[in-house]
């Protein structure tokens, strides 16, 4: 199958577990500018648990859908870096994703049933004047100037290696099991304490009382945070259309001895 044409506004973001203690995120910068000058940069966040690739995919899954079509995403956490593991490039939602094949896009890429990934292969980076890399920092030897040539429409996603199927990771969609309940997981734990979950809003549309559950504590669902009392845990639907749980004005992960993997569900007694 051809692959759409991506277009849009361009804008490249850069999400990664590198802080910025260190001169990591300026360097990746340096890189797209001096290739792509006149494009946007924004950070989306360089604060990723380290190694966890799966918490940035659960972040760029949440918040893509918050950037025009055309935009090029980039992810850098990559505890394999300089092993076999592949780079990809995602085609997906409208939008391309630059990441390590380690689980970190299986997510973003079950959002799209037309979403394809191809595996950046080394006649492409020799194309590119992008050979020799280093063993440590692939993140500004082949994915920032990746970004740059494909935000420049000077490179197409299929035109960087084969297409691949990708690393799943330990991240998965909800579910929705044959006694009508609805599971998914605890994907992170926010500076706020909240607990963002991978059950989306649109699974709960079939219910008419939903009960949300959490290691055998039902949340009662309410609509804001003002409507929790002080310290109160509660679930709800957040801004970006997810489920979490949250308590007012506390940390509902301490609260809740929560944290990231841990089971929710979604259940009722009375269902439409």
């Not at 648990?49 to 995919?57: L, N, Q, R, V």
């Not at 049933?113 to 194309?127: D, I, K, M, T, W």
């Not at 297409?163 to 990771?169: D, S």
């Not at 998965?172 to 009508?180: F, I, K, L, N, P």
Request: glycine letters at 10%.
């Amino acid at each position: 199958m051809v692959p759409r044409p991506i277009s849009g506004v361009r804008l490249i973001t850069l999400t990664s577990d590198f802080g910025l203690h260190d001169p990591y995120v300026g360097i990746m910068k340096s890189r797209i500018v001096q290739r792509a000058p006149g494009i946007p940069i924004i950070d989306l966040t360089h604060e990723i648990t380290p190694f966890a690739p799966e918490e940035a995919g659960y972040w760029l899954y949440c918040c893509c859908g918050q950037f025009p079509a055309g935009t090029v995403h980039v992810a850098v956490v990559d505890p394999g870096v300089g092993s076999e593991r592949a780079i990809v490039v995602l085609q997906a939602a409208g939008q391309l994703f630059i990441a390590p094949d380690n689980g970190l896009l299986g997510l973003v890429a079950t959002g799209d049933v037309e979403a394809r990934a191809y595996q950046v292969g080394e006649s492409a980076l020799l194309r590119l004047g992008l050979a020799p890399v280093s063993a440590t920092f692939h993140g500004r030897d082949v994915m920032a100037p990746l970004a740059a040539e494909l935000a420049s429409e000077r490179l197409r996603a299929d035109q960087v290696g084969p297409q691949q199927e990708l690393q799943p990771g330990r991240l998965q969609r909800a579910v929705a099991y044959g006694d009508g309940s609805v599971h998914g997981v605890i994907a992170v734990i926010d500076r706020y304490g909240n607990a963002l979950t991978t059950i989306p809003a649109s699974s709960l549309g079939g219910f008419r009382r939903p009960q949300v559950w959490l290691a055998g504590r039902q949340l009662p669902l309410v609509r804001t945070y003002a409507e929790a009392g002080a310290g109160e845990c509660v679930a709800l639907i957040n801004s970006s259309s997810m489920l979490e749980l949250a308590a007012r004005e506390a940390s509902a992960a301490q609260a809740l001895n929560a944290r990231a993997g841990q089971a929710v569900y979604v259940d009722e007694t009375l269902r439409s």
